[in-house]
């Protein structure tokens, strides 16, 4: 069995992103890992050439054209995927402020073994923790997404859905999946509170145009994390590949547990979801 991973990335460096150790945290089990580097204002493309041997870049250019619905994610991701080499069984998709932990490797490993002979098995599901203000809190709210899928099949009619939020197969058909016990562990929301800023201010160009930003992104020299309804504490170990960055947090994040600031609404779809595990939520997948 052959397993490529692939993802994108573009000026890591100059908005923080943990893309060295997103790609260190799958490398054990991947035969390459491709990374779509696009054209940077820092040093990212030195930066990613020095993790692995495993690690092929292709060189891209971002269409900053596409600036609805984030949708030049999804195009990047493309480009990686459609690079990962032909003889692929699987393809592991990592974004750049994701990282799995090494506890869960075997168990993805296995299931792409479990189900390679499978063919209607077209992609694996994760479940996410969602890291915000700190490496202690996570989202406990609805508005993170609680799945996704991060192994799909190297079908080329599989493509990059939305903004790069999941994936799709031929005609806008939804993958058919089989869930894993892992968790991906998203740090997107864990930054020093400037480069947060920055990232923010920034990454809004990939969705809407000059005119909204002006009036719906406040300019600061640092990011508000006040400003989230529900966080619960993280008590678990962090993937090993992070042990440095969480070194380096310079920063100081509490979170008051009592300030629950969820719609009754929420809460009501909240107790559904984790004590009767009925979803209400849309999904981009189906479980087969």
């Keep these: 069995m052959k397993v490529s991973g692939f993802t994108f990335i573009k000026n890591a460096i100059l908005f923080d992103y943990p893309i060295v150790e997103a790609i260190r945290s799958i490398l054990p089990i991947c035969d390459e890992v491709v990374v779509a580097v696009g054209k940077s204002e820092d040093d990212t493309r030195n930066l990613i050439a020095q993790i692995n041997p495993k690690v092929r870049i292709i060189d891209t250019v971002w269409d900053e054209s596409l600036r609805e619905g984030g949708r030049v994610l999804a195009v990047e991701t493309d480009k990686a995927f459609q690079a990962v080499s032909a003889d692929s069984d699987w393809a592991f998709y990592i974004q750049g402020d994701e990282v799995i932990h090494e506890k869960y490797l075997d168990e993805v490993y296995q299931n792409m073994d479990k189900w390679k002979d499978h063919p209607k098995v077209e992609g694996l599901l994760f479940n996410y923790l969602h890291f915000y203000g700190s490496y202690d809190y996570v989202g406990s709210s609805l508005k993170w997404y609680s799945h996704e899928i991060r192994v799909v099949r190297n079908y080329k009619s599989i493509y990059s859905f939305r903004d790069a939020q999941g994936f799709k197969i031929g005609n806008n058909r939804r993958l058919r999946v089989k ?46 994390y006040s400003n989230i309804d529900a966080l619960k504490p993280f008590e678990s170990s962090h993937p090993s590949v992070m042990k440095e960055r969480l070194k380096r947090m310079n920063w100081q994040f509490d979170f008051d547990m009592s300030k629950n600031k969820s719609t009754p609404k929420e809460k009501m779809k909240l107790f559904l979801k984790n004590k009767l595990g009925i979803e209400t939520g849309y999904k981009n997948y189906r479980v087969i």
């Design 179 to 224: 869930p894993l016990d892992a968790y991906m562990y998203h740090y997107g929301w864990v930054k020093d509170p400037r480069a947060m800023q920055r990232k923010q201010e920034n990454f809004q160009k990939h969705w809407h145009d000059d005119q909204w930003i002006d009036q719906n992104v406040v300019k600061a020299s640092e990011y508000d």
